[in-house]
């Protein structure tokens, strides 16, 4: 069965520090990677996907994320965190069928 | 890139009635729809998968006549929550899918439901 966990319920930076939400995955098959941010009583909003490729995939906002196919992992980046980033974040993995399974959310609190 | 409305955003609604909330496609075509629970401080509950023209695919635990999909065209999918109660509050978020394999949904900006 497929599975995302995001081990880590809340992430504190302080701003301009580098920041990494951590996720690791369990897929029968290549995974179909992705990471969203949620906002307040707001939607999803797509940040960046791994499909295939280079291991090293950029996204919006700053954002980048490593995938690891050794590790399962594919943690999530930014090298310079900003107040504005502040959100809950969703890792999620898809096998190319029709089910995306998302992860627990990890919440990110970026310090002034 | 690919907008998804929902309306309303916000509803709040006595035990016992039915609540309608719509979900659409703006600039593109959706084959697949999902709908999507979120209860507070939590991940997203996926409720069902619709496909344009048949009948939704409800995940286990989920009531089909509790909850009505219909998706009646590429461009629109309805999720009704009949006889709702106050359990049923939550966030129920909608998101479109252009064609299945890998390509990310567009998520919706969710619908806030409160039953009094």
């Known amino acids: 069965a497929q599975s995302v966990a995001q081990p880590e319920d809340q992430v504190n930076v302080a701003e301009g520090n580098p920041l990494t939400v951590k996720c690791t995955y369990s897929v029968s098959g290549n995974p179909y990677l992705f990471w969203y941010v949620q906002y307040p009583n707001r939607g999803l909003q797509f940040l960046l996907k791994y499909i295939t490729g280079d291991n090293l995939v950029k996204g919006s906002y700053g954002f980048e994320a490593e995938f690891n196919k050794s590790q399962t992992s594919f943690h999530l980046k930014k090298p310079s965190a900003l107040v504005s980033d502040s959100a809950l974040y969703f890792c999620?993995?898809?096998?190319?069928?029709?089910?995306?399974?998302f992860g627990a959310g990890t919440r990110l609190f970026v310090k002034a | 890139g690919a907008v998804v409305s929902q309306h309303p955003s916000r509803v709040i609604c006595k035990s016992g009635t039915s609540v309608k909330i719509e979900c659409r496609s703006l600039?593109?075509?959706?084959?697949?729809m999902f709908w999507y629970r979120q209860f507070p401080k939590k991940s997203l509950m996926l409720m069902a998968t619709?496909?344009?023209?048949?009948?939704?695919?409800?995940e286990q635990g989920v009531e089909k006549d509790k909850f009505l999909i219909n998706h009646a065209s590429l461009t629109l999918s309805t999720l009704t929550v009949t006889s709702a109660h106050p359990e049923d509050s939550s966030f129920y978020i909608c998101?479109?899918?252009?064609?299945?394999?890998?390509?990310?949904?567009?998520f919706g900006p969710g619908t806030r439901l409160t039953v009094l």
């Open positions: 600039d593109f075509q959706a084959t697949t």
């Open positions: 998101s479109a899918r252009v064609v299945a394999g890998s390509d990310e949904q567009f």
């Open positions: 999620a993995v898809n096998t190319g069928g029709f089910k995306t399974i």
């Open positions: 619709s496909n344009e023209g048949s009948k939704a695919t409800y």
